[in-house]
């Protein structure tokens, strides 16, 4: 597609459920990064993808946070027994490759309530 | 302390004035330095990237690195109401794929018409 789109674009849960947050990159681009965005603070890496495979998943805040890419495209994040502290934005970027910027997504604004 | 520091403002100015925005860092190993441009429930956008010390222009933008001060700016002359959002500077060590970015957290900009 013509830029990263994720979904849903907002999404509401309840306490203890799980959610899954969607990434669709820019088609080609082999990196894709997922960063979260809490209210008033900057960008807070959380896993890295180089095509199928997550060389770094250090941002990853706790076990109860996972991400698969597959095909080299798709990315889905997924949060299992949600806590009100993960409400957030969730932003997915995507880049072709070395010496390119970043490409993000709108977000999906996730609130646990 | 965190590894960039951002004054978050808010920053209010007319139209037409000059806007210094800058970040400072901790992280001597930073290398590369971008400033992103973010609007309300958009992701970020990116706006100027810079390598090691020195000046860049882009039309009205101007980015500046002090690399002997852990120090950049961005300056936005001429400013529009259009360029009010929340200006976010990121840098990163390496010039690899597999490169994240520290953020720093942001600093909200309103142009006056």
């Known amino acids: 597609g013509a830029g990263v789109s994720q979904s849903p674009s907002n999404k509401v849960t309840e306490k203890g459920k799980d959610v899954e947050l969607r990434c669709d990159p820019i088609?080609?681009?082999?990196?894709l990064y997922w960063y979260r965005q809490s209210l008033g603070q900057g960008l807070e890496f959380l896993i890295y993808?180089?095509?199928?495979?997550?060389?770094?998943k250090s941002g990853l805040p706790s076990d109860r946070f996972s991400a698969e890419r597959t095909g080299g495209s798709v990315s889905t994040l997924t949060i299992q027994r949600t806590q009100q502290e993960d409400s957030a934005v969730y932003l997915c970027?995507?880049?072709?490759?070395?010496?390119?910027?970043?490409?993000f997504g709108s977000g999906t604004r996730l609130t646990v309530v | 302390q965190k590894e960039v520091e951002q004054d978050p403002g808010p920053l209010s100015v007319p139209e037409g004035a000059i806007v210094s925005l800058n970040c400072t860092y901790s992280?001597?190993?930073?290398?590369?330095f971008m400033w992103y441009r973010q609007y309300s429930r958009k992701g970020p956008e990116l706006l100027m990237y810079?390598?090691?010390?020195g000046n860049k222009e882009d039309g009205r933008f101007t980015a500046q690195v002090d690399k002997s001060s852990k120090y950049i700016s961005l300056f936005i002359r001429d400013s529009q109401p259009s360029d009010s959002a929340t200006y976010l500077c990121?840098?990163?060590?390496?010039?690899?794929?597999?490169?994240?970015?520290?953020f720093g957290s942001g600093t909200q900009l309103t142009v006056l018409p």
């Open positions: 993808f180089q095509g199928n495979s997550a060389p770094d």
């Open positions: 810079t390598y090691s010390s």
């Open positions: 970027a995507s880049r072709l490759g070395a010496g390119g910027g970043y490409t």
């Open positions: 088609s080609g681009h082999t990196a």
């Open positions: 990121a840098m990163t060590a390496t010039s690899g794929s597999a490169r994240q970015l520290t």
């Open positions: 992280n001597s190993a930073f290398q590369y």
